[in-house]
């Protein structure tokens, strides 16, 4: 009934850019907070950035000053804008969101993940 479909995930060198888009669809009524965890190989699955549907932010202290997490609530979709990448960036990135259903409570939603690979 609700998917989150990432976009915008490969390779790339040390010192460039990606930008990763998330969009939800399905059955819900309202999105409240949305963002972005990643795991990297052999590693647990940690928190990156997330934004309220007011656009505050959070994030981790390894990321501040290079990521920027934004969204556009039209459009169902959270974005983060990744610069001047490190090798230690590598990782599967997971968008994450919480959101109310019809008539019901909220819920947590996870999209399937996407490969960000920092190398030379």
């Known amino acids: 009934q609700v998917q989150l479909v990432e976009s915008g995930g490969g390779l790339v060198q040390p010192g460039g850019s990606l930008r990763l888009s998330c969009e939800a669809s399905g059955n819900f009524s309202t999105i409240n907070i949305m963002g972005w965890l990643r795991q990297a190989p052999g590693k647990g699955r940690d928190s990156v950035a997330h934004?309220?549907?007011?656009?505050?932010?959070n994030y981790v202290d390894s990321v501040k000053g290079r990521f920027i997490i934004s969204r556009d609530n039209a459009k169902n979709t959270v974005y983060l804008q990744m610069n001047s990448l490190k090798p230690e960036d590598t990782a599967v990135y997971y968008c994450n969101m919480n959101a109310d259903q019809w008539l019901r409570g909220s819920r947590n939603y996870w999209g399937q993940g996407i490969q960000v690979t920092v190398s030379s």
């Open positions: 934004i309220t549907r007011a656009g505050s932010a």
